[in-house]
């Protein structure tokens, strides 16, 4: 079985374009989840999805948008890119989503903005 | 809100020695919690989960973690570090916002192996 993918691997934007990017879940999961890793830290919460619902969102900004579609693959868009949106964007896909069960993450993409 | 915190930014070991990697939680209730590896440009690998069955937690590659309610903690051993192990390990709660369940990732800890 696929594991979780997230495409692309790389991107290189520049200020103020927009970005999308995709992930897929472990095949029967509902649960997607994203998280942005800035270098040298440890990965920190923006969004959850389940069942196509938004269940919460981390302290970012609205530029920062998400959706899950009815196959529950999901997309992170970001708007009005800063330097400082420079990251590995992680996914995250859970059976379900709740307290105790085990995330599985993708291999990221990493994005630059120059 | 629930945290952890790693002790040690970075841990160097030699090769065949034991590895223990520092972690301290805080929570209201009783947590479920993780560990997490990250090897150089890749994604992260769970090591092994705590969900208040056995205390003792055996996970991949020979790790294991022991919950100690009474010291809040949650540490990473390993009895042979091997070269394979260096890379970045994180410790990480699971944690309820509002409706989402989400996860608090601790500060990381850079595991150095040695010959």
């Known amino acids: 079985d696929a594991g979780v993918t997230q495409s692309p691997t790389h991107l290189i934007k520049t200020r103020g374009q927009q970005v999308t990017l995709r992930c897929s879940p472990i095949?029967?999961?509902?649960?997607v989840s994203w998280y942005q890793q800035v270098l040298g830290q440890g990965p920190q919460f923006i969004f959850q999805y389940y069942e196509k619902e938004e269940r919460g969102r981390g302290n970012f900004p609205d530029r920062f948008s998400a959706r899950q579609f009815p196959n529950y693959s999901s997309e992170l868009n970001v708007n009005a890119l800063l330097l400082g949106d420079s990251a590995l964007y992680l996914c995250?896909?859970?059976?379900?989503?709740?307290?105790?069960?085990?995330?599985?993450f993708g291999s990221g993409t990493r994005l630059t903005v120059v | 809100a629930q945290s952890v915190t790693q002790l040690d930014s970075h841990v160097s070991v030699s090769e065949g020695t034991p590895v223990l990697l520092r972690c301290n939680y805080s929570s209201s209730y009783s947590p479920s919690l993780f560990w997490y590896v990250q090897h150089p440009n890749k994604g992260l690998q769970l090591l092994l989960k705590y969900t208040s069955a056995a205390t003792l937690v055996k996970g991949i590659n020979g790790f294991e973690a022991e919950f100690k309610k009474s010291e809040t903690s949650f540490h990473l051993t390993k009895p042979s570090a091997h070269m394979s192990d260096a890379a970045e390990y994180f410790c990480v709660v699971s944690d309820r916002d509002g409706t989402a369940s989400k996860l608090t990732f601790g500060t990381g800890t850079r595991l150095q192996v040695t010959l």
């Open positions: 995250a896909s859970s059976l379900e989503g709740r307290l105790g069960y085990g995330y599985t």
């Open positions: 095949s029967g999961h509902k649960s």
